[in-house]
């Protein structure tokens, strides 16, 4: 466990305990005033005599609190758990309640909140095979055979260990839940196959609650059920091809800025610094023109803009609110006591963006439904909408904003490294893209093969909606199964040599045939990705741009590229 911590992960932790302090107090029935061992703590309480000793000497007392005293005593907590004295009984000082707290919970909050080296030990058990004998490995046992330590943000790594020595399915005990894990195409298969009307996806609790109770409409993303269905009709004209064709002059307009962005925001070196903020950039400016219909021009330069400021919010929210997503759905729920700063990073750039659609979503009211229906096919099809409020609106317009700002960015980083990287591709593709821009088979099939080699999820996830048999297990109802398919997706039985980038094998005159199941980086059935085709156009035509004006690899953006995503 690392000692020193940033100023935002140890603020985290001041208010978990602060949290759980309270909801401590709020919850504990007494039975008797002062328990006889609590009688003598002044005397040989933990507080009072080696606590005491440590304030004396700052190098233990970080060891022992992983704080410096001066943190300690400047935490802003002590007033929020204070309790007062009665007649009775004279309270403990703060001082000793946070002491003692943090100390007994700081490395518990610290496995669970850390989020730069994290090591779970993953619990492993072999499902019990049909006659009913459960066999049982924990890998956390130290003298096992299949013990083993794994990185909370490296699990397809961690996957494939796990899968080379339990085989293709396998419960896995992860920080307390119990899931189901396969690497095996027709295992997807069975899953998604029996996945219902409403397939059940892991919620995002902390977005749920806030939206409800702030907008009384949740969106597609968070919820399940009928709730989510009533959602999903909205952003289902988004897979319609000619709504998508009808936003490609735009999107092309916005990747020749993006051409001319990279000339100018180059350095000497010819390096274009931060790759992925940039490709950000893009996306958001992409997204836009679809919805909220209003084209936010982040690649130019927005200096002399009208609209800077929001221009500037709109960056910074994005990117805010999907760490904040990110935290409060994989650290402890303690936001639903507290607001932790996961949850205060979703709540406020929830504001930012949910005020600046909101205002250009009424500026677009004001034109006639015939001029909407010609500029803005997409929004059209919300406005005229009757089942939805004004709030199911601007939630679903928002929602589609938001939903594919970082994936779409990522994959065309992605594809980028790989076409560098493999200099025949990025000429077959170049010359595809001078000769006839519009299919573009041969690019399609690039980021396809980029996808299939580096998805942006590693999982696609399903709980199951009654028992189901996945390839001879039953599996009970609610259970959460993670079909692996950034795992799947590498494996020699579903791609010959899965490591060599060939976008050959996608391409419809190939001789290959793929499982359909074996790379899924939409998802799948009702509930797959709605804005897949909107991403595809926004990535083709992207690198069709870049690729005719340059050679990827001469732009040296590769070094970046490689540099932030590790591959
Ligand atoms: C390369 C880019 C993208 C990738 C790899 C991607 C991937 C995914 C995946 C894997 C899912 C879960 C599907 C499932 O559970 O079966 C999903 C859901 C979703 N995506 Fe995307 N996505 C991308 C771009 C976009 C874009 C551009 C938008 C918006 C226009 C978008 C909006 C959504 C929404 C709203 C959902 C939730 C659907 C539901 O729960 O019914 N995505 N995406």
């Excluded at 046992?141 to 794994?150: N, V």
């Excluded at 969106?219 to 989510?228: I, L, Y």
Aim: net charge negative; with cysteine.
């Amino acid at each position: 466990m690392a000692s020193s911590s940033s100023d935002e992960f140890e603020e985290e932790v001041q208010e978990c305990a602060a949290a759980v302090i309270c909801c401590n107090a709020l919850t504990k029935k007494r039975k008797i005033w002062i328990h006889e061992i609590n009688q003598n703590r002044e005397v040989s309480g933990e507080y009072h005599t080696l606590i005491n000793l440590l304030i004396k000497d700052e190098e233990r007392f970080h060891t022992y609190f992983r704080m410096s005293r001066d943190q300690f005593e400047n935490l802003q907590i002590k007033e929020k758990i204070r309790k007062i004295d009665t007649t009775i009984r004279r309270a403990n000082c703060t001082r000793e309640r946070l002491a003692v707290f943090l100390r007994l919970t700081l490395p518990q909050l610290i496995d669970c909140l850390k989020e730069d080296d994290d090591i779970q030990e993953a619990h492993v058990h072999i499902l019990p095979p049909e006659n009913g004998n459960e066999t049982e490995v924990d890998s956390d046992g130290s003298d096992d055979e299949h013990s083993a330590k794994y990185q909370l943000e490296r699990l397809t790594e961690a996957v494939e260990d796990i899968s080379a020595k339990l085989g293709t399915i396998f419960k896995l005990n992860l920080g307390g839940t119990n899931l189901i894990v396969s690497t095996d195409a027709d295992h997807t298969e069975a899953l998604f196959r029996n996945e219902g009307k409403y397939p059940i996806r892991p919620a995002f609790p902390a977005l749920l609650h806030y939206r409800r109770v702030n907008y009384g409409s949740v969106g597609v993303v968070p919820g399940n059920g009928e709730e989510w269905y009533k959602y999903r009709q909205g952003v289902m004209p988004l897979l319609k091809a000619n709504l998508v064709r009808s936003y490609r002059q735009k999107h092309e307009e916005i990747a020749d800025n993006f051409v001319e962005y990279i000339d100018k925001n180059k350095n000497r070196m010819l390096i274009l610094e931060d790759v992925f903020t940039h490709l950000l950039k893009y996306t958001i400016e992409a997204i836009s023109v679809v919805s909220p219909g209003h084209h936010f021009q982040c690649l130019s330069n927005y200096n002399n803009n009208n609209n800077k400021e929001d221009i500037i919010d709109i960056i910074t929210a994005s990117i805010d609110f999907m760490d904040g997503l990110h935290r409060t759905f994989t650290g402890l729920p303690i936001w639903k006591y507290y607001k932790t700063v996961g949850y205060r990073k979703l709540e406020t750039s929830h504001k930012t963006i949910h005020k600046i659609v909101e205002k250009h979503l009424k500026e677009l009211d004001k034109d006639k439904p015939e001029i909407i229906q010609t500029t803005n096919s997409y929004m059209h099809s919300l406005f005229s909408n009757t089942s939805y409020n004004w709030n199911d609106k601007l939630m679903l317009s928002m929602e589609t904003f938001l939903g594919g700002i970082d994936a779409t960015a990522t994959t065309i980083a992605v594809t980028l490294h790989y076409l560098a990287h493999n200099k025949d591709v990025q000429d077959l593709a170049r010359s595809e893209c001078i000769q006839d821009n519009t299919r573009l088979p041969y690019l399609r099939a690039c980021v396809k093969e980029s996808l299939r080699m580096c998805p942006t999820g590693g999982a696609n996830s399903r709980v199951t909606i009654a028992d189901t048999n996945i390839g001879g297990y039953l599996i009970p109802k609610h259970t959460l199964v993670l079909p692996f398919s950034s795992v799947t997706s590498n494996k020699p039985e579903y791609f010959d040599k899965p490591g060599v980038y060939r976008p050959e094998r996608w391409l419809r005159d190939s001789n290959c045939n793929v499982h359909p199941f074996a790379s899924l980086p939409f998802g799948f059935g009702a509930r797959m990705c709605p804005g897949r085709r909107i991403a595809e156009q926004e990535i083709v035509v992207l690198l069709m741009k870049v690729s005719i004006v340059a050679n990827i690899l001469s732009l040296l953006l590769v070094c970046c590229i490689t540099d932030m995503i590790g591959i």
